[in-house]
T-cell receptor, first 112, second 115 residues
């Protein structure tokens, strides 16, 4: 089937390098942010989240940074692997967290 | 089941026809969400259910779209008089409950093509 990332900006990195994917969010009232990974033909998969009372959160090989002043979110992936190749979306939520607003997405291409 | 199941995985229909898209959430999950993803874009919220009731349907684009969840488990998204602009991947997600502590699990989606 068609790739979900056909018309998205692409970040190309070498295997083993660190990757940084950026996102500008829209709603200053948003207080919960999530990064998702989406592979072709699959639904979004949760990577890491952060609440607005934090500015940094770390997971396994991933770090999310939040800058509320400029409404900016970033995802850092350490030692990028070919299996990290996918489209990455940031999403923001507020209130009841029953409705997420997704960003446009970035395609990450990892080259051996 | 182990994950959220959506059927069919692909659906091609003619303009003007009626279609139904099915979502089987994870067993025991009370919250169910529908999103629509157009090519090259992020998912957009359509509707969510808490149990059997549609708690928020503000994302449904017009009255041709309707969703039900009669027994609080399986949900069906129904589209009447389909238009070419309805072509997209329709994603379903479920969570144990609504709230920040209960993450979504997405299905793989139904790719709808209206010709």
């Amino acid at each position: 089937g068609e790739s979900v990332g056909l018309h998205l900006p692409t970040l190309s990195v070498q295997e083993g390098d660190n990757s940084i994917i950026n996102c500008a969010y829209s709603n200053s009232a948003s207080d919960y942010f999530i990064w998702y990974k989406q592979e072709s033909g699959k639904g979004p998969q949760f990577i890491i989240d952060i609440r607005s009372n934090m500015d940094k959160r770390q997971g396994q090989r991933v770090t999310v940074l939040l800058n509320k002043t400029v409404k900016h979110l970033s995802l850092q992936i350490a030692a990028t692997q070919p299996g990290d190749s996918a489209v990455y979306f940031c999403a923001e939520g507020s209130g009841g967290y029953n409705k997420l607003i997704f960003g446009a997405g970035t395609r990450l291409a990892v080259h051996p | 089941g182990a994950g959220v199941s959506q059927t069919p995985s692909n659906k091609v229909t003619e303009k003007g026809k009626y279609v139904e898209l099915r979502c089987d959430p994870i067993s025991g999950h009370t919250a169910l969400y529908w999103y629509r993803q157009s090519l090259g874009q992020g998912p957009e919220f359509l509707i969510y259910f808490q149990g059997t009731g549609a708690a928020d349907d503000s994302g449904l684009p017009n009255d041709r779209f309707f969703a039900v969840r009669p027994e609080g488990s399986v949900s069906t998204l129904k589209i009447q008089r389909t238009e070419r602009g309805d072509s997209a991947v329709y994603l379903c997600a479920s969570s144990l409950q609504v709230g920040i502590d209960y993450g979504y699990t997405f299905g793989s989606g139904t790719r709808l093509t209206v010709v």
